[in-house]
């Protein structure tokens, strides 16, 4: 196939080009694979980004994605804005080990702070806030969850940490305050909360 027709493909997705891919490497992003990078002409892209092969940054018309700066999203990374808003600040982490957000449907927003950590097989909906520093670790299904922003993960008092869930299955509707933590197998429940010390000593 020439490279023609791969970017006649991409048009008629409203992916960018190959070499419009490029143009973001040119600015400042990092992009290992452009063949494999699938990208919306729609989404707003800051600079510094590192993106792996086979990672989908997709934006509908009737949707908006905005991506801050020196994230770094692993393969097999989705997000996809289709029916509503997804904003993401800068230095978060998206896997490893997969991470999907989709706001595909009516009044879906989710919205990512700076500095997050999210791997593992997670995948966020709905209207849900990641704020800064939270972390999504494991194959968790979050379905209009808050995590309440705070210290990063590298941060030696777990206490002041960002809301944290933790293990696998589904949490809906669940808040989880700084420096609290579900650990959930199958099901996560708000009477799970719990002080992320439990798990990790002050330092």
Do not use: W
Not at 42 to 48: D, E, K, L, N, T
Not at 70 to 92: C, D, K, M, P, Y
């Amino acid at each position: 196939m020439h490279p023609s027709q791969l970017d006649d493909l991409r048009r008629a997705q409203n992916l960018l080009t190959i070499e419009e891919v490029v143009r973001l490497i040119e600015a400042g992003n990092r992009i290992y694979d452009p063949y494999s990078a699938l990208i919306s002409a729609r989404a707003q892209i800051g600079g510094g980004n590192t993106i792996f092969p086979c990672v989908y940054l997709l934006c509908e018309a009737a949707g908006e994605l905005t991506i801050g700066d020196r994230n770094i999203f692993h393969t097999n990374t989705l997000v996809e804005a289709s029916l509503g808003a997804i904003v993401i600040g800068s230095g978060n982490q998206f896997g490893e080990g997969g991470f999907t957000a989709k706001a595909n449907r009516p009044g879906a927003h989710i919205l990512i702070g700076d500095t997050g950590r999210y791997q593992n097989g997670a995948a966020v909906f709905g209207e849900s806030e990641l704020g800064s520093g939270s972390q999504l670790l494991g194959a968790i299904t979050v379905d209009s969850c808050r995590l309440e922003a705070g210290d990063t993960f590298r941060d030696p008092d777990p206490d002041l940490r960002a809301g944290l869930l933790k293990g696998s299955g589904v949490a809906r509707n669940i808040t989880v305050p700084r420096g609290k933590v579900i650990l959930g197998v199958g099901t996560f429940s708000a009477e799970k909360i719990q002080p992320q010390s439990d798990f990790h000593p002050k330092r």
